[in-house]
């Protein structure tokens, strides 16, 4: 194992190119879809004035990173073409690091060549929903671009995954997709890498509660792992609540995330999220130094 492998799983940092991010603490990737169709938010930032907007109140919320995304991925979605998804992000991508220059953009994407054009507009980020099943260039660039990369677990297609989703050993089967992956990936030089488990892609109710509860067990070589949640039928099949109704669920799912050893949440609702985070930290500070307390 290289040094540079081995600096990595000690301290848990990622060069994002502007800036060294440590993930010792918890930080917040902000959700900022451009899709018409999503299945909280769809068309309510399409416009670039919009985006804009919500941007800047993620950004002053609390928000260490934008994600944006301009396909959507919920369960049944159909796909866009690769020119009408460059189409709707280009435009406010540019927007966003002329206006925000200090910005840690993510792209949500699965296809090579979109990855390829938004990095060199200034993305430092790509968040990969197909874990590089999609589309065989997709490692290969961004081994050759060296920026951080989301390494997702997906079963299926977002058409069709959640009509035979996976229900039975979970942990396991991320587990040995992230370790298998990983070692792709580090082949091609490859070592700015975060986990996301998949929560709601093609899993069972009670697999995606496993996942929750085993955060640790699934983060191979100690890489960062991304919790991504908010407002998703895992909390809404419970409550009978709609993705509109489920915030109070959310920050009851970010709390558990963040006990169970999360480093990104990626979230619609910064501010919520970021009082979460505040608390949780506090919590583990408190108890952490209990001798401090006097009873």
């Known amino acids: 194992m290289s040094n540079k492998n081995s600096t990595f799983r000690k301290t848990m940092t990622i060069n994002f190119g502007k800036v060294i991010m440590d993930f010792s603490t918890c930080k917040i990737m902000g959700i900022l879809n451009l899709t018409p169709d999503s299945f909280f ?3 309510k930032f399409s416009s670039i004035d919009r985006a804009i907007k919500q941007t800047e109140r993620m950004l002053l919320g609390g928000a260490d990173i934008i994600d944006i995304g301009a396909v959507s991925t919920r369960p049944g979605a159909f796909q866009i073409t690769e020119r009408e998804e460059l189409d709707r992000l280009l435009p406010v991508l540019k ?15 699965y296809r090579s060549k979109v990855a390829k054009i938004c990095i060199e507009e ?4 790509i968040n990969d929903i197909s874990g590089g099943q999609f ?9 050759h671009y060296d920026i951080p990369y989301v390494l997702m677990h997906i079963y299926g297609t977002p058409e069709n ?10 942990i396991k089967t991320v587990s040995s997709f992230f370790t298998e992956n990983i070692k792709r990936l580090n082949s091609l030089g490859l070592n700015k890498i975060i986990l ?3 929560f709601g892609f093609g899993k069972t109710l009670e697999c995606n509660y496993k996942l929750l509860h085993n955060l640790k067990k699934i983060s191979s070589d100690n890489y ?3 919790t991504g949640i908010s407002r998703k039928s895992m909390i809404n099949k419970i409550l009978n609540t709609n993705p509109e109704e489920a915030l109070n669920g959310t920050t009851i799912l970010h709390t558990i995330a963040l006990l ?14 970021k009082q979460a985070i505040d608390i949780v930290s506090y919590y583990t500070n408190i108890n952490h130094n209990s001798s401090l307390c006097i009873d």
């Open 122 to 125: 200034g993305a430092s980020c």
């Open 95 to 109: 927007k966003l690091i002329k206006y925000f220059p200090e910005i840690i953009i993510s792209i949500d994407t």
């Open 260 to 273: 169970n050893g999360t480093n990104i949440l990626r979230v619609h609702d910064v501010k919520e999220a």
């Open 224 to 226: 960062p792992i991304l």
């Open 135 to 143: 589309d065989n260039e997709m490692f290969k660039t961004i081994a």
């Open 161 to 170: 995954m959640q009509k035979h989703p996976i229900s039975n050993d979970i």
């Open 196 to 198: 996301d488990p998949g």
């Open 41 to 43: 938010d769809g068309g």
